[in-house]
């Protein structure tokens, strides 16, 4: 704790003075620029990966960075896209996994999960990905599942974020594009899935969002 009552305390004294003028404008109302779901992981911050200040970014974070499909229980993140959609207006929406990410390796593995009965339930919201790692990806080598297993979590979490009204709503107004993303720790790499190459390649190579993908699994990855 005394790290975090020390960082409040620097902040108060030296960041917040420097940048009054941002608090000021911020305290009569937000307009982030896009909805960014990432995993709850410490080693994650999306603010320091792209650079952005307070304002920003409107952020879901949770483990595995997983949205459920829409349906009649509504919880915290149906909420939270519909609010970033419907009435803050965000024209961009991206999930954001991560290398060594826990959720995945759980999904992978899931030998420990019986001690761990609520993150077990939460998974179940990827059990699309732990079928297609099952039966799609049977023969990859070891050293290359858990890599495979982020980036096919993403794409899966934004066939589960299609499933929302207020986002398939915006998606054939045309107004609204949706971006699958991973963070490799280690290196500071950000790779985007290619909607044109149907790969994950870095960010700044990926032209537009994520497409419609009739034949995601048959002509996104070559193994």
Known sequence: MKKLLDGIHRFQSGVFGAQQALFSRLSKGQDPEALFITCSDSRIN????????????????NAG?????????HG????????AIEVLG????????????????SILDPTGLEELPA?????????ATRRI????????PEEELLETCVEENVLVQIE????????LAALTRGEMQLHAWVYEIETGVV?????DTGQFVPVQQAGRGVAERAERLGGRRQI
């Open 90 to 105: 965000v024209k961009d929406v991206i999930i954001c996994g991560h290398t060594h990410c826990g959720a995945m390796k």
């Open 133 to 140: 790692m099952k039966t799609v990806y049977k023969e990859l």
């Open 160 to 167: 589960n974020l299609r499933t929302h009204p207020a986002v």
């Open 76 to 83: 915290g993140e149906a909420a939270t896209i519909e609010y």
């Open 46 to 61: 999306p603010n320091l990966v792209t650079q952005t200040d307070p304002g920003d970014l409107f952020i879901i974070r």
């Open 65 to 73: 960075n997983i949205i459920p499909a829409y349906g009649p229980l």
């Open 191 to 195: 790779d985007a899935f290619d909607a």
């Open 119 to 127: 993150v077990k339930g939460w998974l179940t919201h990827a059990d």
